[in-house]
């Protein structure tokens, strides 16, 4: 099983945050935020190599908590070292 460090999701919630303009221009699925968030989602799923039945599966449309909470349950189990991960989320978040 996969896991991930500190520093590794640092990088590329930093990579996603200084993409974010062209990221939110060429897929506005939502507000920035949830934009963002889904961008770190799917990065997260294939960084981690996550099965089908790993992957978070949605009812309706997402919100940012949606996919908040689904990052959370993803890092929860693929921690290493557990860290506190919302710091790093948190340039994401709408002001």
Do not use: V
């Not at 978070?56 to 908040?68: H, K, L, Q, S, V």
């Amino acid at each position: 099983m996969a896991k991930i460090t500190e520093g590794e999701f640092k990088r590329i919630c930093d990579g996603i945050h200084a993409d974010r303009e062209s990221i939110y221009k060429h897929n506005p699925i939502g507000t920035e935020e949830e934009t963002l968030l889904w961008m770190l989602l799917s990065c997260l799923i294939s960084y981690l190599s996550l099965s089908e039945i790993e992957t978070p599966c949605f009812n309706g449309i997402p919100t940012a908590e949606t996919y908040r909470d689904a990052i959370s349950t993803i890092l929860k189990r693929r921690m290493e070292p557990d860290f506190d991960f919302f710091s790093h989320m948190e340039q994401f978040f709408d002001k």
